[in-house]
């Protein structure tokens, strides 16, 4: 500090022509001011600090709920995603399900349709079996009256 007063009554010597000494009222006046500077300086960083922590606690609440809103606002989209899969996949099995029931009643048709077929051809047969067997007996019987 001694060194700061002996350079500032060099300065005001070289600038103003006026020379001062140290039990001088001016400088009894800019050592208080340098005093009141500092105590100023440390009453300031004390209230910065304090605001620092402050600011900090804040952030660190508004973080946490942030994080709250935006954790139920993704479980709310999980839960909405869920209920339109669940949605999306009971009308595609629904579809599914009516394809294959239309393409077996398709099949059963058509299974239906050679049975009916396969029982005309086999009563057609049995017929035709039945007139041979009558012809032939009518052989039999013209060949032993011969």
């Given at each position: 500090?001694?060194?700061?007063?002996?350079?500032l009554?060099?300065?005001?010597?070289?600038?103003?022509?006026?020379?001062?000494?140290?039990?001088?009222?001016i400088?009894?006046?800019?050592?208080i001011?340098?005093?009141?500077?500092?105590?100023?300086?440390?009453?300031?960083?004390?209230?910065?600090?304090?605001?620092k922590?402050?600011i900090?606690?804040?952030?660190s609440?508004?973080?946490?709920?942030?994080?709250?809103q935006s954790?139920?606002?993704?479980?709310?989209?999980?839960?909405?995603?869920?209920?339109?899969?669940?949605?999306?996949?009971?009308?595609?099995?629904?579809?599914?399900?009516?394809?294959?029931?239309?393409?077996?009643?398709?099949?059963?048709?058509?299974?239906?349709?050679?049975i009916r077929?396969?029982?005309t051809?086999?009563?057609?047969?049995?017929?035709?079996?039945?007139?041979?067997?009558?012809?032939?007996?009518?052989?039999?019987?013209?060949?032993?009256?011969?």
């Open positions: 500090m001694t060194d700061q007063i002996e350079e009554i060099k300065q005001v010597a070289t600038e103003n022509g006026v020379g001062l000494s140290k039990d001088d009222p400088m009894i006046m800019h050592t001011n340098a005093r009141l500077l500092k105590d100023s300086e440390r009453s300031q960083q004390v209230l910065l600090d304090q605001f922590s402050e900090e606690v804040i952030v609440q508004v973080s946490i709920e942030a994080k709250r954790n139920s606002i993704l479980n709310a989209a999980i839960l909405s995603s869920r209920s339109e899969i669940a949605k999306v996949m009971t009308e595609q099995s629904r579809i599914i399900i009516e394809r294959w029931q239309e393409e077996l009643n398709n099949g059963f048709g058509r299974v239906s349709d050679t077929s396969s029982r051809t086999a009563i057609l047969n049995v017929i035709a079996s039945c007139i041979t067997f009558v012809a032939a007996l009518i052989i039999l019987y013209v060949l032993s009256v011969i």
